[in-house]
């Protein structure tokens, strides 16, 4: 079982990034899948999850209206478009996925990847 993100970097803030998570080594259409951000000194946060089976998201109130989740079930990736950014929003991402439900308590999932940092600069 495998996630691989990608896309993260360096930005100004007010510009945008999208962040990749691409799956493989289980079905990926059966799993809930979450992006979660954890900045330096605080503990992992969820930012936004999407549903397996009617692809339902759901979004942190910080992110509401500036960050997109989508995912493409015929590539096994999903993506996280982030607009407008904040340098609150600097943190690393990891995107993690499970089996029942988009829960958004970091504990419930199963498998994780190995984070991408994004940093956006005042």
């Known amino acids: 079982v495998q996630l691989v993100e990608s896309g993260g970097g360096l930005v100004r803030a007010g510009g945008s990034l999208r962040l990749s998570c691409a799956a493989s080594g289980f079905t990926f259409d059966d799993y809930a899948i979450g992006w979660f951000r954890q900045a330096p000194g605080k503990g992992r946060e969820a930012v936004s999850c999407?549903?397996?089976?009617?692809?339902?998201?759901y979004y942190t109130d910080s992110v509401k209206g500036r960050f997109t989740l989508s995912r493409d079930n015929a590539a096994n990736t999903v993506y996280l478009q982030m607009n407008s950014l904040k340098a609150e929003d600097t943190a690393v991402y990891y995107c993690?996925?499970?089996?029942?439900?988009?829960?958004?308590?970091?504990?419930?999932?199963?498998?994780w990847g190995q984070g991408t940092q994004v940093t956006v600069s005042s």
């Open positions: 999407i549903a397996s089976y009617d692809h339902r998201t």
């Open positions: 993690a996925a499970n089996m029942i439900y988009p829960y958004t308590d970091p504990p419930k999932y199963d498998y």
